[in-house]
T-cell receptor
Framework: DAGITQSPRYKITETGRQVTLMCHQT?????MFWYRQDLGHGLRLIYY???????DKGEVPDGYVVSRSKTENFPLTLESATRSQTSVYFC?????????????FGPGTRLTVT | GESVGLHLPTLSVQEGDNSIINCAYS??????FIWYKQESGKGPQFIID?????DKRQGQRVTVLLNKTVKHLSLQIAATQPGDSAVYFC???????????FGDGTTLTVKP
């Protein structure tokens, strides 16, 4: 019963490089989300997806790209990493969105951009 | 060890005491609220939720209160235990807008 997993758990990359963070869920949840969490702050929504091939911007989408070709996977790509993107990234999934359904979070990926 | 009405970034309580964690939300159109618990090095975990047509909801040792007049949400933890030490976030949701917004969180420390 894997639930929701993220890889890698830790990543160090250089400014300007492309980085992809992976997220996989085994529940067949319709909705998936990407958040970033900066030190001492809450979670900010980057992108979310209501179903395969349907994605939408969240609060802080600039510099990020997502895709969802399969229900179970929701990769997040930083096209050209910047130091301001150093953060902990959380993927989440839910059966529905907003009303009635909780989000299940992965363990997070700690990304450092040097 | 309780704080009522004011959001504090940290809260320290004695084991066995009751804890109250507060959250002010910003959007009067928000209609669904969730409290999450985040332990060190882990992702947030659902604790309890409440819809805007309710003003109170109880769980096993937790109670959430919603005051829509002043846009305030609180989480009460009864008989706080060391395992309750974590960061607690409230999240407001507007189902029409399709977005969740998280508060900055309160770090709860339980002293033995």
């Amino acid at each position: 019963d894997a639930g929701i997993t993220q890889s890698p758990r830790y990543k160090i990359t250089e400014t300007g490089r492309q980085v992809t963070l992976m997220c996989h869920q085994t529940w067949s949840h319709s909705y998936m989300f990407w958040y970033r969490q900066d030190l001492g702050h809450g979670l900010r929504l980057i992108y979310y997806s209501a179903a395969a091939d349907i994605t939408d911007k969240g609060e802080v989408p600039d510099g990020y790209v997502v895709s969802r070709s399969k229900t179970e996977n929701f990769p997040l790509t930083l096209e050209s990493a910047t130091r301001s993107q150093t953060s902990v990234y959380f993927c989440a999934s839910s059966e529905s969105y907003g009303s009635s359904y909780e989000q299940y979070f992965g363990p997070g990926t700690r990304l450092t951009v040097t | 060890g309780e704080s009522v009405g004011l959001h504090l970034p940290t809260l320290s309580v004695q084991e066995g005491d009751n804890s109250i964690i507060n959250c002010a939300y910003s959007n009067s159109a928000s209609d669904y609220f969730i409290w999450y618990k985040q332990e060190s090095g882990k992702g947030p975990q659902f604790i309890i939720d409440i819809r805007s047509n309710m003003d109170k909801r109880q769980g096993q040792r937790v109670t959430v209160l919603l005051n829509k007049t002043v846009k305030h949400l609180s989480l009460q933890i009864a008989a706080t235990q060391p395992g309750d030490s974590a960061v607690y976030f409230c999240a407001e949701n507007n189902t029409n807008a399709g977005k969740s917004t998280f508060g900055d969180g309160t770090t709860l420390t339980v002293k033995p």
